[in-house]
């Protein structure tokens, strides 16, 4: 497996002493590369008696890899390093969010009108009726995003208390990416019941909810039943946000290799949430041939008495043919190899079985299911989940301009129509002339992804009856 380069994740601040005479800072430069980190700012901070006080900032690929970095330069004759500072951990420092007044209360008449007396008559109108709730409180445009820290990004089962700087990071890209106000709530419990229950009774004040990092298969249920019992959309990031992007990474792909979505054969790897929902939205776009494999092998009829219920629906509704086999035995003649499992699961022999033009979508994070540098003389298209390589298949792309369309239409729910109209909204964010081996997947930056998904789902909620304004 190729070795994973350094990210700015891992990226840490040395304050160094540094003797002040020539040649000094380059000795500490050549040993940050030969230790293979990536260094970035370097700023004169003091001189103090005889050494120059520099901070300097260096990128490494892990833990392991910044403390081996700084031990290298504490050996360095006339160098003393006199802190060392986690960028990442300073940045989470006091939480990443915070609330903020929208009008201030800083005369009489503004308290009284803001809160007791005045806030009375409003609070009578919306006993009188609920939907008042939406336009006179912040209703109209919040979030839950609510986790029990099941199944946290690779970390697994970590817990809620453990989950909160992720569902802080989510409230931030809710904010930055659609202006929507969102709260990270994290339940001490991991019983469906009670997951459900919860939810549902702090639902009154959001108009929508985020389900965030709950573990197969529980996660279905818990979607399900809480998309029938509340008025709200309900919706499962780690299952729909990855499916949509998916699709529309697909959509702009198809246009490089000129296949059409009935004629290909598509293999999936991992049988999870994010599995699941991906098969579900290529079927609904109109690929006919999905297989699906988990780490025993191809997903079939014959394997239906020991499986789950999510891959006994896999079973049912995947694999026609009813094949059986390895992964590489799936792979072969496939158009497209989608991971969503774990590090190092497709082996360089699957994408060497492939067809013409193969394409390959390894979305394990950090370390996707193949490097690219293994397959990129073999692969027509790469794309994966991290942004130090092309075609980052992200979530961010989808779930702001998917709830913000939803908030916009007051919609009850949020179907699959709508997942649809989003999938086609992102991909349509590049030009059909601009699409490219390098260029299916518009940058999470480009403001116009928002906007166009949004419009895209609010439309589509209007035509299937679920938008309430």
Not at 219 to 234: S, W
Not at 394 to 410: E, H, K, M, Q, T
């Amino acid at each position: 497996m190729s070795e994973i380069q350094p990210s700015v994740s891992y990226s840490f601040t040395m304050r160094l002493y540094i003797e002040n005479k020539p040649g000094m800072l380059a000795r500490v430069l050549n040993v940050i590369a030969e230790q293979k980190g990536d260094p970035g700012a370097v700023d004169v901070v003091k001189v103090e008696g005889k050494y120059k006080v520099r901070d300097i900032t260096v990128s490494a690929r892990d833990a392991e890899h910044s403390k081996a970095i700084t031990s290298a330069i504490k050996k360095i004759d006339g160098i003393k390093v006199r802190n060392v500072s986690d960028r990442v951990f300073l940045l989470h420092l006091g939480g990443k969010i915070k609330i903020e007044n929208k009008v201030p209360v800083d005369t009489r008449d503004a308290l009284s009108m803001a809160y007791t007396p005045g806030v009375a008559r409003v609070c009578e109108a919306i006993a009188e009726d609920k939907e008042k709730a939406h336009t006179l409180t912040i209703k109209q445009n919040s979030v839950a995003v609510v986790s029990d820290g099941s199944a946290v990004l690779g970390l697994g089962n970590i817990g809620p208390e453990a989950a909160m700087p992720v569902m802080e990071g989510k409230a931030m890209l809710f904010k930055e990416f659609a202006d929507i106000d969102a709260y990270p709530i994290c339940l001490d419990t991991q019983e469906t019941e009670d997951i459900i229950k919860a939810v549902k009774w702090m639902a009154p004040g959001f108009g929508g909810i985020n389900l965030e990092d709950f573990s197969a298969p529980r996660c279905f249920e818990i979607e399900e039943r809480l998309k029938k019992e509340l008025d709200i959309p309900v919706f499962h990031d780690d299952q729909h946000g990855t499916a949509i992007v998916t699709l529309a990474a697909t959509i702009n792909a198809l246009k490089v290799v000129n296949k059409k979505m009935s004629d290909l054969r598509i293999v999936i790897v991992g049988a999870g949430a994010a599995g699941v929902a991906i098969t579900r939205i290529l079927l609904e776009a109109g690929v006919d041939e999905i297989l699906c494999s988990d780490s025993t092998g191809i997903i079939s009829k014959g394997r239906l008495p020991d499986l789950n219920d999510s891959k006994k629906w896999l079973a049912e509704n995947t694999n026609s043919k009813n094949e059986n086999g390895s992964l590489i035995d799936a792979c072969t003649n496939a158009d497209i190899l989608i991971g969503v499992s774990g590090p190092g699961t497709i082996p360089k022999k699957a994408v060497e079985a492939m067809g013409r033009d193969p394409i390959v979508f390894a979305m394990a994070n950090p370390t996707p299911e193949i490097m690219p540098e293994e397959i990129q003389d073999i692969a027509r298209i790469i794309a994966t989940g991290r942004s130090d390589y092309p075609n980052q298949i992200n979530n961010v792309l989808a779930f702001p301009g998917i709830f913000r369309g939803a908030l916009d239409a007051r919609a009850t729910d949020i179907n699959e129509e709508m997942k649809q109209a989003a999938a086609q909204a992102i991909a349509n964010c590049i030009d059909k002339n601009d699409v490219s081996e390098e260029y299916i997947i518009p940058s999470v930056f480009n403001k116009q992804v928002v906007r166009q998904v949004a419009k895209a789902v609010k439309a589509a909620a209007k035509e299937t009856g679920v938008a309430r304004k």
